[in-house]
């Protein structure tokens, strides 16, 4: 059973940054794709970013060129660093693993089947 941990939020202004982690334990995270969403209050959860076991990476508009995901298997550990923050990416962010193979619907959360409790993110303006 993947366990996934999410650390490194909190409040920041605007334009600032902030490196969000998860830890994963429970299995080889090689083998998965993993993906960070998000969901702020009285919305869905959204699509942030994913990345293939072999590194390729895809990120939602509303991250491209300021968000950065990466991973470090023998860590076990996927990050997300955010620049240039908004106070539109106030959201509670997860971390999320699949094995399954996802080719083009990683943006789905449904393709995912492992979830962390999140780490909240609050951008102030």
């Known amino acids: 059973q993947m366990q996934l941990v999410e650390s490194g939020g909190g409040l920041v202004q605007a334009g600032g940054s902030l490196r969000l982690s998860c830890a994963t334990s429970g299995g080889t995270l090689s083998r998965f794709t993993m993906g960070w969403f998000r969901q702020a209050p009285g919305k869905e959860r959204e699509f942030v970013s994913s990345?293939?076991?072999?590194?390729?990476?895809y990120y939602a508009d509303s991250a491209k060129g300021r968000f950065t995901i990466s991973r470090d298997n023998a860590k076990g550990s996927v990050y997300l660093q955010m620049n240039s923050l908004k106070p539109e990416d106030t959201a509670l962010y997860y971390c999320?693993?699949?094995?399954?193979?996802?080719?083009?619907?990683?943006?789905?959360?449904?393709?995912?089947?492992?979830w962390g409790r999140g780490t909240q993110v609050t951008v102030s303006s």
């Open positions: 990345i293939f076991r072999g590194g390729t990476a």
């Open positions: 999320a693993a699949t094995s399954l193979l996802v080719t083009n619907s990683y943006g789905q959360d449904r393709m995912y089947h492992y």
